[in-house]
């Protein structure tokens, strides 16, 4: 008997274990609609200058500032977000804590 309820808490502890696990592993995929600024600045005085001569000459980097609630994330890769340095835009990809692993990054459609 003691075996059993042994081997039944052994099974339910393992079962919650693994939930957890592919809880942590589930990726955020999605889109999101914001800006591309510097990590300098984040989510202020968005300029498309001043955030190049941030990443260029003092090391910041590319960073999405959402537009639903001003969250800052950094942008990987660089390269993808460089040519829109100042742009309101929408990113795909995944966010992985702070960072968005961009798929794309498209200006957005202008509704008519």
């Keep these: 008997m003691i075996k059993r309820v042994a081997m039944v808490m052994f099974v339910l502890v393992a079962l919650i274990?693994?939930?957890?696990?592919?809880?942590?592993?589930?990726?955020?995929?999605?889109?999101?609609?914001?800006?591309?600024?510097?990590?300098?600045?984040?989510?202020?005085?968005?300029?498309?200058?001043?955030?190049?001569?941030?990443?260029?000459?003092?090391?910041?980097?590319?960073?999405?500032?959402?537009?639903?609630?001003?969250?800052?994330?950094?942008?990987?890769?660089q390269d993808k977000a460089a040519t829109h340095a100042g742009h309101h835009v929408v990113v795909t990809g995944t966010i992985e804590g702070d960072t968005i692993k961009v798929a794309s990054i498209t200006m957005p459609k202008e509704k008519k």
Excluded: R
């Design 17 to 77: 274990v693994l939930a957890g696990y592919g809880l942590a592993w589930a990726s955020n995929d999605g889109s999101w609609t914001g800006q591309i600024n510097d990590s300098m600045c984040g989510a202020k005085n968005v300029d498309a200058g001043c955030a190049k001569k941030c990443v260029e000459g003092h090391g910041a980097k590319y960073v999405f500032v959402d537009d639903k609630d001003n969250k800052v994330y950094t942008v990987e890769p």
